[in-house]
């Protein structure tokens, strides 16, 4: 173990001297800082409501809301649900049979989106003089979904930038022609594969824990946050040895960085935009279902028994990308 130990403490000197890995390391850090700020612009956006189509021929409700923003029109109820718990806020209104009023949220929607409604409805009653009542029905969710979403994007990218450092730390090795020199020196292969691995595995751990208390998402299971990192982490050592087996100098490993940021980009779109039948396409990107286990983490809707099961998806599908590039990757290191 301390041959194991000098490699990462030399990793981690060298990426700290270079500008380039240390913003790798800081960025995910930067960017939840800056996600942060915006936040609050996201939510304070132009009012949206939706209404069932037997509550946009009432003319008078209608014309009322539409005053104050913008109104879409849906055929039934359960079209008007799923709009609602979509990612922006937007509150529902509808007409029951009983000729009350009902607004429909999700519960976690901005301070605006819950009052407004019910002043328009107190407004638009008072004017008409209707013996009406109306209720608030919340869907149960508390969590805002675009603080949600960015949060596990952005642990999605810690885990590829952190792949990216033993990427070029590898490259670095390489083009100092010191991988050659291993064969005659006794360190195992086993120890420089972990030693070099350790800082795409402990540095996660770190940020991960950072972004979620920036984000003020500290409310999360701690234990589920630490195992699915962990579980992750093996995608994030297999996404460092693809930069370094593909990369020549450290221009190619940027360029090949970029397109391993693409199953990224795709995964987190699969999941948020393909309805649950079509996501079988993404099956197949380790982080999807690295997304679904923070996602759901930050939900607060994760068990264990679901973190087993994304786990094995994912190291099932990573174990079988490095049996793909095993051959490419001893003649590359080895």
Same mark, same amino acid.
């Given at each position: 173990?301390?041959?194991?130990?000098?490699?990462?403490?030399?990793?981690?000197?060298?990426?700290?001297?270079?500008?380039?890995?240390?913003?790798?390391?800081?960025?995910?850090?930067?960017?939840?800082?800056?996600?942060?700020?915006?936040?609050?612009?996201?939510?304070?956006?132009?009012?949206?409501?939706?209404?069932?189509?037997?509550?946009?021929?009432?003319?008078?409700?209608?014309?009322?809301?539409?005053?104050?923003?913008?109104?879409?029109?849906?055929?039934?109820?359960?079209?008007?649900?799923?709009?609602?718990?979509?990612?922006?806020?937007?509150?529902?209104?509808?007409?029951?049979?009983?000729?009350?009023?009902?607004?429909?949220?999700?519960?976690?929607?901005?301070?605006?989106?819950?009052?407004?409604?019910?002043?328009?409805?107190?407004?638009?009653?008072?004017?008409?003089?209707?013996?009406?009542?109306?209720?608030?029905?919340?869907?149960?969710?508390?969590?805002?979904?675009?603080?949600?979403?960015?949060?596990?994007?952005?642990?999605?990218?810690?885990?590829?930038?952190?792949?990216?450092?033993?990427?070029?730390?590898?490259?670095?090795?390489?083009?100092?022609?010191?991988?050659?020199?291993?064969?005659?020196?006794?360190?195992?292969?086993?120890?420089? @594969?972990? #030693?070099?691995?350790?800082?795409? $595995? !402990? +540095?996660?751990?770190?940020?991960?824990? &950072? %972004?979620?208390? /920036?984000?003020?998402?500290?409310?999360?299971?701690?234990?589920?946050?630490?195992?699915?990192?962990?579980?992750?982490?093996?995608?994030?050592?297999?996404?460092?040895?693809?930069?370094?087996?593909?990369?020549?100098?450290? @221009?190619? #490993?940027?360029?090949?960085?970029? $397109? !391993? +940021?693409?199953?990224?980009?795709?995964? &987190? %779109?699969?999941? /948020?935009?393909?309805?649950?039948?079509?996501?079988?396409?993404?099956?197949?990107?380790?982080?999807?279902?690295?997304?679904?286990?923070?996602?759901?983490?930050?939900?607060?809707?994760?068990?264990?028994?679901?973190?087993?099961?994304? #786990?094995?998806?994912?190291?099932?599908?990573?174990?079988?990308?490095?049996?793909?590039?095993?051959?490419?990757?001893?003649?590359?290191?080895?």
């Amino acid at each position: 173990m301390r041959r194991v130990w000098m490699i990462f403490r030399r990793d981690l000197s060298s990426s700290i001297r270079e500008f380039l890995l240390l913003y790798m390391m800081a960025a995910p850090i930067i960017l939840a800082i800056i996600f942060k700020m915006f936040i609050p612009s996201a939510n304070s956006a132009a009012l949206q409501f939706a209404v069932d189509a037997e509550t946009a021929k009432d003319m008078g409700i209608y014309k009322t809301i539409s005053q104050y923003g913008s109104v879409e029109v849906y055929q039934d109820f359960q079209d008007l649900e799923k709009r609602v718990r979509g990612t922006d806020d937007i509150a529902g209104i509808i007409k029951a049979q009983n000729g009350s009023y009902q607004i429909v949220l999700e519960g976690n929607e901005s301070h605006d989106t819950k009052v407004i409604p019910e002043m328009i409805l107190r407004d638009y009653l008072s004017k008409e003089a209707l013996a009406m009542t109306f209720s608030i029905r919340d869907l149960g969710y508390t969590q805002s979904p675009i603080a949600r979403v960015g949060a596990a994007s952005l642990i999605l990218t810690t885990l590829i930038l952190a792949g990216a450092v033993i990427g070029f730390n590898m490259i670095e090795e390489k083009e100092g022609k010191t991988l050659s020199a291993l064969s005659v020196t006794p360190m195992r292969r086993w120890e420089f @594969i972990l #030693g070099k691995s350790m800082i795409g $595995i !402990l +540095l996660p751990l770190v940020i991960v824990y &950072v %972004i979620l208390w /920036l984000l003020d998402m500290w409310y999360v299971d701690k234990a589920m946050v630490f195992a699915m990192t962990l579980i992750s982490s093996g995608l994030t050592v297999m996404m460092g040895f693809l930069i370094s087996v593909f990369s020549s100098n450290q @221009i190619s #490993g940027i360029a090949n960085m970029k $397109i !391993l +940021l693409l199953p990224l980009s795709a995964s &987190v %779109i699969g999941a /948020l935009m393909l309805s649950p039948s079509q996501q079988v396409f993404v099956y197949w990107l380790p982080t999807y279902w690295s997304f679904l286990g923070f996602d759901g983490i930050i939900r607060n809707t994760m068990t264990w028994g679901q973190i087993g099961y994304y #786990g094995l998806w994912i190291l099932g599908l990573t174990f079988g990308m490095f049996l793909l590039l095993r051959n490419r990757i001893k003649k590359s290191f080895i």
